[in-house]
């Protein structure tokens, strides 16, 4: 029984080049009756997958949300939707768990409906079939949930040029008594902040002359880890009675990592946290870690592509929430492999989740709850991770050079942040038997006539 259900170093241009801004010739207006509209037809897909980023004052260069704002841009639309360049989602849809929480992704319809209407002129059809704005908290900006709270640390200056920028910034945390996180978020304050922050890694601290460094770092004397975010990540939404602990009286501290641009900026990093009601104790304590990274260290010569393998045990049962690939520049391409525990001598295992990887995008892509992978204690975490050191990858800035680990961005990593709730000898039963009752169900239910 299955238990268990490329980048380039650039500002984020999801739509493509100025030339996308030229209209299609007055010949092309012409419609069949056939032809879909962008009032009926199209506006509902951007409102679902893509006005969250492109809407005034968002991350996006340009706003999708009207007839008027989207029509300049119809080729482009049409080129990086057919491309499943946009929206950003890049789980390989032919391998592994296919149900997530957040998948902003077209289907293969949506994106034929868009190529239709711009190749039948891209008409704005009948303005009374227009869907209504989609809302936003009006306080909230871009944050992906409205946050009960937002801390934001003091601003970084980053000069013209020099070595990557590692240390710790402070600010409070106002809760008057301990609370529990049910979603989080770090964010780059700006769009010139989103240029310069490699990493920022937010803990609740105690002493705020702990000093953590380097790329990625969890080992913070006294203090606990609370999120990572790298450049595009999105929100973590944690399931339904699952938490992060929160302790009154600690301090937010967030370990950087910025690098240089070629200008002086002023770089802000924020976090937002959306908390439990007050005295609400979740049942399960979610988890996030990176873990799976080789332990061989990385070897890529010039002009090649490597692969590198890491491992973790699970040394209790566990539902896993959530999978996110992490590496730097030259960054290809990972998978997640649960390698099952046996009593023989047989080895049973299963790829859940490959993704394609962007630097521009750290995706944490978190299992809808019916498809989240449910382990028994023992399980093996085996990420394969696939690093592109040659020229046909247009983000490496030197391919005739020999890359590996390290904590530049120039340098070399690969592991996978892990989201996760342990589970009880009980529990973990519990869940293998309803996910067989669900199966069964399924099967009935396909088929009947």
């Not at 100025?18 to 506006?43: E, I, R, Y």
């Not at 002129?121 to 809302?135: I, L, T, V």
């Not at 705020?208 to 004397?221: F, K, N, R």
Request: net charge negative; charged share 20%.
């Amino acid at each position: 029984m299955r238990i268990a259900g490329y980048f380039r170093v650039r500002a984020v241009a999801p739509f493509g080049l100025l030339a996308s801004l030229v209209l299609l010739p007055a010949s092309a207006t012409a419609q069949s009756p056939q032809t879909p509209t962008f009032t009926k037809d199209v506006a509902p897909i951007l409102q679902r997958s893509c006005v969250a980023c492109h809407r005034p004052g968002e991350m996006a260069p340009m706003s999708l949300m009207t007839y008027e704002d989207a029509r300049p841009w119809a080729r482009a639309v049409k080129t990086r939707t057919s491309a499943r360049e946009m929206p950003p989602w890049h789980i390989d849809r032919t391998i592994g768990i296919q149900d997530f929480k957040n998948n902003p992704s077209l289907s293969d319809q949506e994106i034929a409906t868009i190529a239709k209407w711009v190749d039948g002129g891209a008409p704005r059809g009948n303005p009374a079939d227009m869907p209504a704005p989609r809302q936003f908290a009006a306080d909230s900006s871009d944050w992906q949930f409205a946050p009960d709270i937002v801390i934001k640390y003091p601003r970084h200056k980053v000069p013209v040029a020099g070595p990557d920028l590692y240390g710790n910034l402070y600010a409070d945390i106002p809760i008057d008594q301990d609370r529990y996180i049910k979603a989080i978020q770090t964010r780059a304050a700006d769009p010139q902040s989103r240029k310069v922050v490699h990493h920022a890694l937010s803990y609740a601290v105690d002493d705020p002359d702990v000093e953590v460094s380097g790329d990625d770092s969890q080992g913070v004397d006294g203090g606990q880890f609370l999120v990572e975010y790298a450049s595009g990540k999105n929100a973590e939404v944690y399931p339904e009675d699952s938490g992060v602990y929160l302790q009154q009286g600690k301090k937010a501290m967030v370990s950087y990592h910025l690098h240089s641009i070629g200008e002086e900026t002023m770089a802000g990093i924020e976090l937002g946290v959306q908390l439990y009601p007050k005295g609400y104790v979740p049942k399960h304590v979610r988890w996030s870690k990176q873990l799976a990274q080789s332990t061989a260290g990385i070897d890529i010569p010039a002009g090649t592509v490597a692969r590198i393998d890491g491992y973790v045990m699970m040394h209790k049962a566990a539902r896993i929430i959530s999978f996110q690939p992490h590496m730097h520049i030259r960054g290809k391409r990972q998978c997640l492999e649960l390698i099952y525990p046996t009593s023989g001598s047989s080895m049973k295992s299963e790829i859940v989740s490959c993704a394609d990887f962007d630097y521009n995008w750290h995706l944490n892509y978190s299992y809808a709850d019916a498809a989240a992978p449910i382990v028994p204690a023992g399980t093996i975490l085996h990420t394969i991770s696939w690093h592109d050191n040659s020229t046909a990858n247009r983000s490496n800035p030197d391919p005739k050079n020999w890359v590996g680990d390290g904590q530049r961005t120039i340098d070399e990593m690969g592991f996978a942040w892990i989201g996760w709730y342990d589970l009880s000898d009980d529990e973990y039963k519990q869940e293998v038997e309803a996910r067989k009752a669900s199966s069964v169900r399924t099967t009935q239910q396909q088929q009947q006539p």
